[in-house]
């Protein structure tokens, strides 16, 4: 069974940056795609970016495109969001996502995955 495990969120000031990790366990997992999907109270969870596995190529949200890099260690089967310029409305729990079939993970229905969150509080 595979299990996403997250670290790295918490509070940082309005221009700080952080930096989240998603680690996936399971020796055979090969991911095709993984990245980072963000929710707000009351409202549903949207896709903030995600990486091709084997390619390394990256899609980003358009609120956080200049912001945000993702990358990717394969030897550790773990996938990083760097967070730069955080503003209040980046403030969201931080849900890590995976999948195994060949579908880009810009949308919640292609998730296979999910880790528990971790919660991103920016402070104006």
């Known amino acids: 069974q595979v299990q996403l495990v997250e670290s790295g969120g918490g509070l940082v000031q309005a221009g700080g940056s952080l930096r989240l990790s998603c680690a996936a366990s399971g020796r055979t997992f090969r991911p095709y795609t993984m990245g980072w999907f963000r929710q707000t109270p009351g409202k549903e969870r949207e896709f903030a970016s995600a990486i091709l596995w084997g390619s390394g190529v990256t899609y980003y949200a358009d609120s956080v495109k200049g912001r945000f890099t993702i990358s990717r260690d394969s030897a550790k089967n773990t996938v990083y969001l760097q967070m730069n310029s955080l503003q209040p409305e980046d403030t969201a729990v931080y849900y890590c996502?995976?999948?195994?079939?060949?579908?880009?993970?810009?949308?919640?229905?292609?998730?296979?995955?999910w880790g528990q969150g971790t919660q991103v509080t920016v402070s104006s």
């Open positions: 996502a995976a999948n195994q079939r060949s579908l880009l993970l810009t949308r919640a229905t292609a998730v296979d995955y």
